[in-house]
């Protein structure tokens, strides 16, 4: 099921949109500020974003724009105003679509199917679905090679991937500084067990919120490292 954000101040328009969208299939969240808008966009994973222009705190260029420097989420711009100027300047910040209020709902329906359908089409939907793991708040795509903390995507080398992803992939068994060296450089290691030690360092700098106190990549003193289930 597809997942929709709707970020509009104006609650009755926001939950008549909801309404239609949900009869259609569709799971629905509102916010009805930027700010929080804006947060749950950045940090949530969703199929479609319908912001509208004029928001408090925050409005619907920002929030456009902070979305397209992060993601290719399909995204419909929403407002009452009809100058061109506005809708070049939403599109020019990567919206995918400017609809002007009043707009009839089951329009808005049949844009978001078009864009979802559109967008499904550019990533490959009817390919096989990739490879995931994912353990307390982390979400590794072995397929794309791509990462999410808390929903929030971090840029990984190819060997810390590696490494992360055989960690992930043993919780709880212990391995040393050798065995992770054989496995992820597919050598000996001839006294490079310090590159063992510096990536794991940066990896828990991307996937920790307190490096000193790891909750996922543990060190067992004088053996090596387990990941924690």
Not at 31 to 53: K, M, Q, T, V, Y
Request: one cysteine or more; proline letters at 3%; charged letters at 35%.
């Amino acid at each position: 099921m597809s997942r929709i954000l709707i970020v509009e101040d104006e609650v009755a328009i926001a939950d008549l949109e909801k309404d239609y969208l949900e009869l259609s299939g569709f799971e629905v969240e509102i916010e009805n500020d930027g700010r929080s808008g804006l947060e749950r966009a950045l940090n949530e994973e969703f199929d479609l974003f319908i912001l509208d222009l004029m928001l408090p705190e925050v409005d619907g260029f920002e929030i456009c724009h902070q979305i397209r420097e992060k993601k290719n989420t399909p995204i419909l711009m929403v407002s009452a105003k009809k100058d061109d100027i506005d809708k070049i300047r939403g599109l020019g910040l990567g919206a995918d679509d400017y609809v002007t209020k009043p707009f009839s709902p089951s329009e808005l329906v049949a844009r978001v199917k078009a864009h979802l359908a559109r967008y499904e089409r550019l990533i490959g939907s009817n390919s096989p679905e990739n490879d995931i793991i994912e353990i307390r708040g982390i979400r590794i795509d072995k397929t794309a090679r791509r990462v999410w903390i808390n929903g929030e995507e971090k840029q990984f080398t190819t060997k810390e991937f590696d490494l992360l992803t055989f960690l992930a992939e043993n919780p709880n068994h212990v391995f040393t500084k050798d065995e992770l060296f054989r496995e992820i450089w597919d050598m000996e290691s001839i006294g490079d067990i310090a590159t063992v030690t510096v990536h794991i360092k940066k990896i828990r700098e991307k996937i920790e919120m307190n490096t000193n106190k790891p909750q996922y990549i543990e060190t067992i003193w004088g053996v090596g490292y387990r990941f924690k289930l």
